[in-house]
């Protein structure tokens, strides 16, 4: 079985080094991890070849309405989903949202969780501003890149 840890560094590299797909194979292990519209897919098969995964065609539609929202909404800036998941505007049902609109977030502020392969992510502002608008439902699936919430910034 693959390290979580291993995996998540992974996608932190290809989000780094814009890298739309990774295909790691030793004796025992192959992983394939695509980004950009598609699942993260882990696979852990013998050495022999295996056939790439096919993409999701349900899944490249999903991402594509929220895009239009921000373009209308001057000044404002997106924080986008570093990963395909499930998006968690609260820790849990019994706490209140992370962030509301009107609320003043700062670079460190979580904003949401999101679910990725039974871990939940703690997503950071990574910038100051109000919150403008929630652009997800809780417990809607997200993908890659897709605008979670617009912030004013200060």
Same mark, same amino acid.
């Given at each position: 079985?693959?390290?979580?840890?291993?995996?998540? =560094?992974?996608?932190?590299?290809?989000?780094?080094?814009?890298?739309? =797909?990774?295909?790691?194979?030793?004796?025992?292990?192959?992983?394939?991890?695509?980004? +950009?519209?598609?699942?993260?897919?882990?696979?852990?098969?013998?050495? $022999?070849?295996?056939?790439?995964? $096919?993409?999701?065609? %349900?899944?490249?539609? %999903?991402?594509?309405?929220?895009?239009? =929202?921000?373009? %209308?909404?001057?000044?404002?800036?997106?924080?986008?989903?570093?990963?395909? @998941?499930?998006?968690?505007? *609260?820790? #849990?049902?019994?706490?209140?949202?992370?962030?509301?609109?009107?609320?003043?977030? @700062?670079?460190?502020? !979580? !904003?949401?969780?999101? =679910?990725?392969?039974?871990?939940?992510?703690?997503?950071? %502002?990574?910038?100051?501003?109000?919150?403008?608008?929630?652009?997800?439902? #809780? +417990?809607?699936?997200?993908?890659? @890149?897709?605008?979670?919430?617009?912030? *004013?910034?200060?």
């Amino acid at each position: 079985m693959i390290d979580i840890r291993k995996l998540k =560094e992974l996608v932190r590299l290809m989000v780094a080094n814009d890298l739309s =797909e990774l295909d790691l194979r030793d004796e025992q292990q192959q992983v394939t991890v695509k980004r +950009g519209g598609q699942p993260v897919v882990q696979q852990l098969a013998p050495a $022999a070849p295996v056939a790439p995964a $096919a993409p999701v065609a %349900a899944a490249a539609p %999903a991402a594509p309405p929220a895009a239009p =929202e921000p373009a %209308a909404d001057d000044g404002l800036v997106p924080i986008e989903s570093p990963m395909v @998941g499930t998006f968690y505007a *609260k820790p #849990n049902p019994d706490k209140p949202n992370f962030v509301s609109v009107g609320d003043s977030i @700062g670079p460190d502020s !979580v !904003v949401c969780l999101i =679910e990725a392969m039974k871990i939940f992510n703690e997503i950071k %502002a990574e910038r100051s501003g109000t919150v403008a608008k929630v652009l997800v439902e #809780n +417990g809607d699936a997200v993908e890659f @890149g897709q605008p979670l919430l617009l912030i *004013k910034p200060e």
